[in-house]
């Protein structure tokens, strides 16, 4: 049996396919399973023990051109898939699907490529989270029973590691502080980013209290990190260490795995972080926490708890109160807990800023994609 799985989307939504591959591995160990994802994303799955090939499609680039896009579907076709799954409804990966050849194509699809699905299935995030959907393909569309959930999974080659150990080392060259908090400032919607002079704050904070910070994040954060540390009062601190845009993804899972706590808004790394045991504290604003929350039960969850929370917009039409609630203190208590007295929370528990009560994410029912 040959398997094509499809997801062309963002890092955290690449992570979450990872669960899935495991169960078809384990429900099918003689089968071929091909994952098809975004070249940029390479690695994040390219080691990944249950797919015998990764397809990348270099989706803004080469893919980006109808012609090429054909000429890799073409591929795709002759390739003889048995089963297509896509589990990303955007238009891209729907017409990959639908256009793949496969016998029986399943999974989540935007309108008209459906047309030339077997079963479709529209994407339950809103009410659950986006692992326990992807099984809900996996049960109703397959007829797979048992998925024997084991988390989120990214192998690490030995070269990013002992890259990491050298970046990691220059930076804390006086062999670091007692224990490190990673900052992750950056998230793909402005809206989902906690603000800037509370993450200044809270490194400055953390830094009094005689932790070390070191922030994280691509390329493409480098100016809000340097907006952030313009903000500190601590910014030459010899415990505040910057990484931003200094690293592969391979490079920031080790990297990652050194951090005793990741404060992140939520993001891809985010989800890296879950995938290399990583307790975290984490925000949700403007995204719904059922679909996304960090898939483990060591997490602290703040959720707004703002009537017009989760709204999905990347932009606020006001004034960003549902970041602006979650307080300094707030974050920095449990900050603390998890560096001190980590405990287990149970999946998608979360916190609201003024009741500080723990509750399940289930409870939030949000009509709002990720």
């Known amino acids: 049996m040959k398997i094509l799985v499809i997801n062309l989307m963002h890092i955290g939504d690449l992570l979450l396919v990872t669960p899935v591959l495991r169960a078809l591995r384990n429900n099918y160990p003689e089968a071929y399973i091909a994952l098809l994802a975004d070249a940029k994303l390479a ?12 397809i990348a499609w270099d989706k803004k680039g080469e893919q980006n051109k109808l012609g090429n896009y054909w000429r890799a579907v073409c591929e795709l076709r002759a390739k003889r898939f048995d089963i297509a799954i896509n589990l990303h409804q955007n238009e891209r990966a729907s017409f990959a699907a639908a256009f793949s050849g496969a016998k029986k194509i399943v999974g989540y699809s935007t309108w008209g490529p459906h047309f030339f699905f077997d079963r479709m299935m529209k994407n339950r995030k809103a009410i659950k989270h986006q692992v326990d959907s992807h099984y809900d393909v996996l ?7 048992e998925c024997r ?6 192998v690490i080659d030995s ?7 050298r970046l990691w080392r220059t930076a804390f060259q006086d062999g670091g502080a007692r224990k490190i908090v990673g900052l992750n400032v950056g998230a793909s919607w402005p809206t989902k980013r906690w603000r800037g002079e509370y993450y200044a704050e809270l490194a400055d904070r953390l830094l009094e209290l005689g932790y070390g910070v070191v922030f994280f994040g691509g ?3 480098v100016e809000m990190v340097e907006e952030v540390q313009a903000q500190m009062k601590r910014r030459e601190h010899p415990q505040c260490k910057t990484l931003t845009g200094k690293m592969s993804l391979m490079e920031l899972a080790a990297l990652l795995k050194k951090c005793n706590v990741l404060v992140t808004n939520d993001s891809g790394p985010m989800h890296v972080a879950v995938a290399m045991k990583v307790r975290i504290v984490t925000m949700f604003g403007p995204s719904p926490v059922p ?10 969850n703040i959720k707004s708890d703002m009537h017009c929370h ?4 990347h932009q606020c039409p006001t004034d960003h109160e549902c970041m602006r609630g979650i307080s300094v203190e707030l974050m920095l208590t449990y900050t603390l807990e998890q560096l001190e007295q980590p405990r287990t929370y149970g999946k ?23």
Do not use: W
Not at 310 to 313: S, T
């Open 43 to 54: 690695d994040l799955v390219r080691l990944n023990p249950c797919i015998d090939e990764l």
């Open 139 to 145: 049960r109703e569309h397959l007829g797979m029973e």
């Open 149 to 154: 959930d084991q988390g989120l999974e990214m």
């Open 159 to 165: 070269e990013s590691e002992e890259r990491a150990d």
């Open 219 to 221: 390329p493409m954060d």
């Open 291 to 300: 679909g996304f929350y960090p898939y483990n039960d060591t997490s602290v």
């Open 310 to 313: 989760p709204c999905g917009l």
């Open 348 to 370: 998608g528990m979360y916190i609201e800023p003024n009741d500080k009560m723990f509750r399940k994410a289930e409870e939030l029912i949000s009509p709002i994609g990720h």
